[in-house]
């Protein structure tokens, strides 16, 4: 049913807002380095939380990625980011992550 | 002559400081610049930089200490990197990557060893502060948190994955430090405290409400959970950065502890560990610190509130002045006698210095992207 719920959010998401512009996706970079690193480390490679490198993502896909960014991890750390990100943003960071080889 | 003193002064221009210059360390400090893996050496007194260590490898959420001489710091890096530093000739001693990835480090109460907190492989090393030589490897088996230096050539440990805090106590073997593990401590641990005094250590618990303190004057340690229920009649926010234990102080006989998943500060009688007040605030805290004159405590915050400060009374729990000093303060260090106080501001690649009772803006330095600040005096506190 959640799953349902976000899956309906998601398409009425994408239907409504389009993806990030230049400067939105500027400021999303600078986010996931920034604030993801607070907990998974400024190069992604694992702190508190999980890496979250290209690498250590392979063979998940972005929308189970970025139904994790905007709801958090229940029972976990990972707090949903809803608030912050609309879910086109949120699928534009999950497919920065599992594209984007970092240092 | 002229000539000859012009010369001179070319010379000490153009080497790196030298530490025959004859200069005391009591006003200096370093800036964590975390991108970048360099410190910046600042002097308080000059409110300027004097120039740059780099090559420290991945500093974010780095933190330091300092040798008993406030001459050399040993640099913890995210990347499991611990490095001695010389401050006064601005130049890197020695480096060892210890671990896979660190978070945080202490050194004893005697200066000779040198802690430091590992998330992978989960456990603490100890290592000789003069060598940078390994001396001792615990495992704990889980991520490790708010590592402390208590008096007594002891470290105090809390353990994220296994709700454990682990006392070493290397007074009588360094490299078979004697170890008293406290069991059952509460759901994760996130961070933890030692007071002033090396006596309490304060853990804070991100997997259920509430905080426990660890007596360490109680043979064997006295275990004591307190406001098991804080803030749940209200839904929980969510948590965009861990607050940090560190900071949080003893002040007229009440700690100030950041709440978590609820934006306040909970006001808490040391004597009792009873709640006595709260304070709401703009966002979720992360370092709440008092002044050192303890009149005031002064909070930040987690994204997205992190462009702001706001500054507590001490004596009536109000917000007193709300300041936004800009994107990204990550931190803030005093000048130890608290006249003023040194602001991170990562985003805007500037350290901002304030007077800490006008709150006017003395000063700026340039900085990349700084995260913690941390001055010389830092060598002779305890539980840091």
């Not at chain 1, 998940?60 to 943003?89: F, H, K, N, Q, Y």
């Not at chain 2, 006008?358 to 060598?379: H, N, Q």
Request: charged letters at 25%; one cysteine or more.
């Amino acid at each position: 049913m959640a799953r349902l719920a976000l899956l309906l959010a998601l398409l009425a998401g994408t239907a409504v807002a389009g993806p990030p512009d230049a400067a939105r996706q500027d400021q999303l970079r600078h986010l996931v380095r920034q604030d993801c690193g607070s907990c998974h480390g400024l190069r992604l490679t694992g702190g508190l939380g999980r890496p979250i490198t290209a690498g250590a993502l392979a063979g998940r896909d972005v929308d189970d990625l970025s139904g994790v960014i905007l709801d958090g991890m229940p029972g976990t750390a990972m707090p949903g980011w809803r608030p912050l990100l609309t879910e086109d943003e949120a699928r534009w960071i999950a497919d920065y992550l599992l594209t984007t080889e970092t240092e | 002559m002229m000539l000859k003193a012009t010369l001179a002064a070319l010379l000490l221009i153009a080497s790196p400081a030298l530490a025959d210059e004859l200069r005391g360390t009591g006003d200096l400090g370093l800036i964590v610049e975390r991108e970048a893996g360099s410190l910046l050496v600042v002097d308080r007194s000059e409110r300027a930089a004097l120039g740059r260590i780099e090559g420290l490898g991945d500093l974010s959420h780095a933190s330091l200490v300092y040798s008993p001489d406030e001459r050399f710091a040993y640099v913890f890096g995210r990347d499991g990197g611990l490095t001695k530093v010389d401050i006064l000739t601005r130049q890197m001693v020695r480096r060892v990557v210890q671990a896979g990835n660190s978070i945080g480090g202490a050194i004893s109460d005697d200066g000779r060893l040198v802690a430091v907190a590992n998330y992978e492989p989960g456990g603490v090393k100890v290592f000789d502060a003069e060598t940078l030589e390994l001396v001792a490897d615990v495992p704990m088996g889980s991520k490790t948190v708010g590592i402390a230096d208590a008096p007594g050539s002891r470290f105090v440990v809390a353990t994220w994955d296994t709700g454990e805090v682990w006392i070493l106590d290397h007074s009588t073997d360094a490299a078979q430090p004697a170890v008293t593990k406290l069991e059952g401590i509460g759901a994760n641990p996130y961070d933890a405290l030692l007071t002033g005094d090396g006596r309490h250590y304060i853990v804070g618990l991100f997997g259920e409400k509430g905080l426990v303190q660890v007596d360490l004057w109680q043979d064997p340690p006295k275990v004591t959970r307190f406001l098991p229920d804080y803030g749940k009649d209200l839904p929980d926010l969510p948590v965009y950065k861990m607050p940090h234990l560190q900071g949080w102080t003893l002040a007229e006989g009440l700690f100030a502890l950041p709440a978590v998943g609820l934006h306040q500060l909970l006001w808490v009688d040391a004597a009792d560990l009873t709640e006595i007040a709260r304070t709401d605030l703009a966002g979720q805290p992360v370092f709440a610190l008092a002044r050192p004159d303890k009149r005031e405590v002064w909070v930040n915050f987690a994204p997205p509130d992190n462009d702001k400060l706001q500054v507590v009374d001490v004596l009536t729990h109000e917000v007193l002045d709300t300041l936004t000093p800009g994107k990204g303060v990550l931190h803030m260090e005093f000048a130890p006698r608290g006249r003023e106080v040194w602001l991170s501001v990562r985003d805007e690649d500037r350290v901002e210095i304030r007077d800490t009772r006008t709150r006017e803006v003395l000063g700026e330095i340039e900085a990349r992207a700084p995260s913690g600040i941390f001055f010389t005096d830092r060598a002779h506190r305890t539980g840091l």
